[in-house]
């Protein structure tokens, strides 16, 4: 049993999905408090205050910029809150991993369907953005519907690495880590809350290599109803992102749980 | 689809774990019947839940042979799981979930299909005595009650094996008496079990064959009577308060071997009378005769010093 293995996706991943989501059920209110109000302050408090000084960004009401690109952030942040905090609760303090692996599954399966549970609550948070966006008047195109499977993969996309951070912590203060080196400056970087050609070109390059720039430019568009520039570059970068964070994440927890 | 009698379900060959700085298990051979209630006997660190581990594929075999069900663990372990029941050492409830729901999603977990689902979980919850808990949060649940949830759960899939890491560490003796019922009506319907523990009774009572590990290798194996035939004297006689002195008196006249154990003398012999009868002389002395047990086979094999 090579640790390095590739991993299968198999129908159990499924099961762990229904599990999650059948917790999540039973805490319906805090959930979705979280998931529209925290943007809708965002979006009212920046969009409204800020935007009043700010006038206009790249032809777009700053309420207009901001909802387009906080609805990939929030995947981002959501999915990767998920996929620290909560996984290894289940994988470390809880021991609901040592249950799950008792029976048929495996960790390929286990993992697989965490990142399916992350990317769905990601969908969570980029359909309540998407609805107070909508109620702002920001929303110009029927198309934007399709923000909701682009958030999706952008929850895969974060997911994998989070749950990295899962497999090599050895408490919940490893993750600030990750938050204030990762998360954070690419929060602030790439694009959510200006338009990366303000950065030095140097920047611009490395920004360009990160997935929340990916996420981001995929967003817009979908949500003000412009045409996509290179989705497909886009979506690769993502699903890369994705294939390549499950593919180390199941290593990881298989070196973890099963020694 | 239970295994007719007198099949291997599990056969291990010089089977070895080892870790970068130790080996857990060190080349045991054993075959568990089907059927039989199977026990691994021995002090903290022995090797017992690690060979448990293998068995269920949930830690790479360094080397040697190791098949369950006839299928080569390292590589069928997904399917030798879909046939097995588990009891952890530390219980692992859904605290999420209710009593019903920690079952109902276990079931999911084995892909059973759905419209059966609803009345394995009610034949689960009456053979647990959980039926009137069935909403109830496990943490609410005093530890028998989730232990015999947690064994419940363990039978979610119909298994033909159960594997048991030490059933009933932590429980009171009512509940330990409920839970042997429990797993002796478990091997009357023909399930193969396994069992870690190092509670001598409960291995006594539960296991028709067991083998008695230590530092990763298995010391003896058999039926707790023959074990016990084989290594110890049939009777023994505990001496309490007992100082070195006391021994002088009968030991040279006596058949009787002596070992001290922790403050006291166990003296083993195969008859008894006669020391008895010496013994009666000296008031001082507080004594107990009792016959010999695994507990004696186990120290005589173990040794005596601490374990940690």
Not at chain 1, 231 to 258: D, E, F, S
């Amino acid at each position: 049993m090579n640790s390095y293995r590739l991993p299968r996706v198999r129908r159990g991943a499924l099961a762990v999905w229904q599990r999650n989501i059948r917790v999540w059920r039973k805490l319906l209110g805090p959930a979705i408090a979280m998931n529209f109000g925290e943007p809708t302050l965002y979006l009212l408090g920046l969009g409204f205050g800020l935007g009043h000084f700010v006038g206009d960004m790249s032809g777009l009401t700053y309420i207009a910029f901001l909802a387009s690109g906080v609805i990939a952030s929030s995947a981002m942040t959501t999915a990767s809150f998920e996929g620290m905090y909560s996984v290894f609760t289940r994988m470390v303090p809880q021991r609901t991993y040592d249950a799950l692996l008792a029976t048929p599954l495996e960790v390929d399966d286990v993992i697989a369907g965490e990142m399916l549970w992350c990317a769905t609550k990601a969908v969570f948070s980029g359909v309540a953005i998407l609805l107070v966006a909508l109620l702002l008047g920001v929303v110009q195109s029927a198309a934007a519907v399709l923000v909701i499977p682009v958030v999706f993969l952008i929850g895969l996309c974060f997911a994998g690495p989070a749950i990295i951070m899962s497999a090599i912590a050895r408490s919940y203060d490893f993750f600030n880590y990750y938050f204030v080196l990762v998360i954070t400056p690419m929060f602030i970087i790439s694009g959510v809350f200006y338009p990366i050609s303000t950065l030095p070109e140097p920047m611009q390059g490395v920004v360009q290599l990160l997935p929340l720039y990916h996420a981001v430019s995929l967003t817009r568009p979908l949500v003000i109803g412009v045409e996509l520039s290179q989705p497909w570059l886009h979506i690769a970068v993502l699903l890369a992102y994705a294939l390549v964070g499950y593919y180390l994440a199941v290593v990881l927890v298989r070196k973890k749980l099963m020694v | 689809m239970n295994k007719p009698a007198g099949e291997e379900v599990v056969e291990a060959r010089k089977l070895t774990k080892c870790f970068q700085d130790r080996c857990a298990v060190d080349g045991v051979d054993f075959t568990v019947t089907a059927g039989k209630c199977f026990g691994f006997l021995g002090p903290n660190g022995a090797g017992k839940t690690t060979t448990l581990r293998m068995i269920l594929g949930l830690t790479p075999v360094t080397s040697g042979e190791l098949n369950v069900f006839g299928l080569d663990v390292s590589r069928h372990a997904a399917e030798i799981r879909a046939r097995t029941g588990v009891v952890p050492q530390t219980d692992n409830l859904d605290p999420d979930f209710s009593v019903a729901e920690n079952l109902a999603m276990y079931a999911r977990y084995y892909g059973l299909p759905a419209a059966q689902i609803p009345a394995r979980v009610d034949g689960l919850l009456a053979f647990a005595e959980l039926t009137g808990r069935r909403d109830a949060r496990t943490d609410a649940l005093s530890g028998g009650m989730q232990r015999r949830l947690t064994i419940a759960r363990a039978l979610i899939n119909d298994p033909d094996m159960v594997v048991l890491d030490e059933p009933t560490t932590g429980l009171d003796p009512q509940v330990r008496h409920v839970i042997w019922g429990r797993l002796a009506e478990l091997k009357d319907r023909g399930k193969t079990l396994l069992l870690t523990t190092h509670y001598m009774e409960e291995a006594e009572r539960l296991c028709d064959e067991l083998v008695i590990m230590d530092h990763g290798r298995i010391l003896d194996q058999g039926s707790p009577r023959e074990l016990v035939a084989r290594h110890v004297e049939p009777e023994v006689i505990e001496l309490r308060g007992a100082g070195d002195d006391i021994l002088n008196r009968f030991t040279p006249n006596a058949q009787c071997r002596i070992e001290p154990i922790g403050t006291s003398f166990y003296c083993y012999t195969q008859d008894s009378a006669e020391i008895l009868a010496q013994l009666r002389e000296v008031p001082e002395v507080n004594f107990m005769h009792r016959s010999s047990g695994l507990e004696d086979v186990f120290l005589r094999l173990t040794g005596k010093e601490l374990r940690d």
